[in-house]
């Protein structure tokens, strides 16, 4: 996986800033597109719509969600995201299904936290302590999935966004995230 940060004015690769990822700890390793025009962008409606399924790190919580095999996943600096580097991608709140969970926001297996605008439900497994998705802010109306907390083999690749939380109100507009939220 090469890693780039991206470059808003040329929205390319540049091979002087490019350095090499940590290895990944689990069985599977996305193939992260970093904004190379030689690729395609992914888009909120790239690749084929199957079912991922994950969860956290226990496994008492599991879920599906309907998503692209090619998935747009956000790299965010708020404060948040980048203590517990929750990079995650979003959907409709319609395509995730919890298993064996009614009401996650009143659930026994999970525990909510929220802070600022109170929009935002960071949401983790009250056994293992894993944060595998939550309601941003910026996406109300959907589900952030943690790329990590999904299970191997139905990924092809992820491209990965940078989205600036520490200054959130000036980037928003101009993001393009919440219309991956959208049915």
Request: aromatic share 10%; net charge neutral.
């Amino acid at each position: 996986v090469k890693m780039a940060q991206q470059n808003s004015e040329t929205d390319h690769l540049d091979s002087k800033r490019l350095k090499t990822a940590e290895p990944c700890c689990f069985d599977w390793e996305p193939r992260a597109i970093y904004f190379d025009k030689r690729v395609k962008k992914v888009s909120a409606d790239s690749g084929e719509m199957i079912i991922h399924k994950g969860g956290c790190h226990c496994g008492d919580i599991r879920f599906e969600v309907e998503a692209p095999s090619s998935l747009v996943a956000w790299d965010c600096n708020c404060s948040m995201c980048a203590m517990k580097r929750n990079t995650h991608f979003v959907v409709p709140k319609s395509k995730l299904h919890f298993l064996g969970i009614q009401d996650p926001l009143n659930s026994e297996k999970l525990s909510c936290y929220t802070y600022g605008s109170h929009t935002a439900k960071h949401l983790f497994c009250k056994n293992c302590g894993v944060t595998s998705l939550y309601q941003p802010r910026s996406n109300p109306d959907g589900w952030g999935v943690t790329i990590h907390c999904l299970d191997p083999g139905t990924v092809q690749n992820v491209e990965i966004r940078r989205f600036d939380g520490t200054n959130w109100e000036d980037f928003i507009e101009g993001s393009g995230i919440q219309g991956f939220s959208k049915d």
